[in-house]
Each structure stands twice: as C-alpha cells, then as structure tokens.
C-alpha cells in the first residue's frame, strides 16, 4: 500500500461566494497537503478568508464551475489532485481513501458517489436529473456510475491529457466520459452527502438545474476525442 504521508496530493476547491463554508472545508484537509481555492468572482471575501486559514488562492475571473476546476488542475503541481466542492456538502477528510485507490493502482478515477444525509442534502430534482445523467453515461461508456458527483482523485498527469475543454456546469461529466474513451478504469466510493452552507449556484433551484443539465447534454453529445491520459498510466 503507498504510503501517502510521502504523496503530494493538490486539492482543488472551486468558490464562489463561500465564506461560510471555508473554515470547516479548510480545517478537513490533510495537513501535508495543499489546498488550493480557486476564487471564481466571490464578493463577500472568501478568497481573503482562504489566504489566512493558510490556503493557496488561484483567481480565475471566467466564471463557470469548469473554469475554475480547469484553472487549478493547470496550477497543481502534485503527483495526484482532488476535486472537492468548496460548499461543506462534502468532508474534504474523506478525500485520502480515495487518493490510495489510484495510488495503489486500483484505479485511474474515483469518484464519490453522494450519499445523501437527510432530506436537505440533495433536493429531489437535482437528483433525477443525476439518474437520468448516469443512465446517459452507462448508455455512452459502458459505465455503471450511479453518481456524476464533484468529489473525485486521479494523477495530475493524466487529467491534463485528456485536453477537458468544457468550463461549465459539464467539466465534471466531460471527465468521466474522455478517461472511459482513454480506456481508464472509473470506480466510485461511498461518501456522506451533507446540507451545504448557503445556497447552491446550481442544483439549489430548477433554472440551475436546467442550465447543468443543457451543459451536460451538449457534452455528452461530443464525438469521442483522442486523448494522451492513456489507461492505467502509473
């Protein structure tokens, strides 16, 4: 098993107006690892807020959760890089069992499939549009995700490879769908789904909702691109 105190891992946390959420993200980060919060236009001082909890911050004025994503995996510097929404929906603590799945070369990308604690956690239009998207991906790759969640790990290296050009709601699934055209493996891991702090840019209402799914929708419709993030590059 690899010892990941001896990895350098980067964890990219997209923000936009997260203040709230910030310290508890922050303090659930492994403390040998680098957080990195990419500030997409926030206007209540969250990227003041992440500088002085110790953070590194990366602005990307394009907004879009995509820009952002793109903008720090272009700044890591880390064998392996995290994303985690910035939001105190999901433990940043978690991200570890996740990483030791690709260090240990069970896998090329994980993702954690949401699990939702409590009624608040994922509001019920959001998730059939996750259903109704992961049925979409089985049907397009073979793969049999049951979630398209933000939290996920794999090697930098590789992510660069697979020239992710969406800077939308539809980087996350844009993912998943050029590492199954590379020939990666994708697996999922369970993790808690917890009621963010505030209110979501995206799912919180049916307008975003809508929007995520017509990115979504537009990305999926995309022809399969040649990729250099071969499978099972380690």
């Not at 952002?68 to 929404?85: K, M, R, S």
């Not at 603590?93 to 030791?100: C, E, I, R, S, Y």
């Not at 020239?163 to 891991?189: C, F, H, I, K």
């Not at 049916?206 to 099972?232: F, I, K, N, S, Y």
């Amino acid at each position: 098993m690899t010892d990941l105190n001896a990895a350098t891992v980067d964890v990219v946390l997209p923000s936009l107006d997260e203040a709230s959420a910030l310290p508890w993200v922050l303090e659930r980060i492994p403390p040998t690892w680098r957080a990195s919060v990419v500030d997409n236009g926030s206007s209540d001082g969250s990227d003041a807020i992440a500088s002085a909890l110790g953070a590194t911050v990366v602005h990307e004025p394009e907004r879009g959760f995509g820009a952002a994503c793109q903008t720090g995996l272009l700044a890591a510097e880390a064998e392996f890089v995290c994303f985690c929404d910035c939001d105190a929906s999901l433990d940043p603590g978690l991200l570890p069992a996740l990483v030791q799945e690709v260090a240990d070369g069970k896998t090329d990308l994980v993702l954690g499939r949401r699990r939702p604690q409590g009624r608040r956690a994922w509001p019920v239009h959001a998730r059939a549009a996750n259903l109704v998207l992961s049925r979409m991906v089985c049907r397009r790759t073979g793969l049999r995700l049951r979630d398209l969640g933000a939290m996920r790990a794999a090697r930098r290296e590789q992510l660069l490879g697979l020239g992710l050009t969406d800077r939308r709601s539809g980087y996350p699934l844009q993912m998943v769908l050029r590492a199954a055209d590379a020939g990666w493996r994708v697996s999922e891991v369970d993790v808690p789904y917890l009621p963010r702090a505030g209110k979501s840019k995206v799912t919180g209402t049916w307008r975003g909702t809508w929007h995520a799914v017509h990115d979504m929708r537009a990305v999926l419709a995309e022809p399969p691109v040649a990729t250099r993030g071969g499978a099972g590059a380690r």
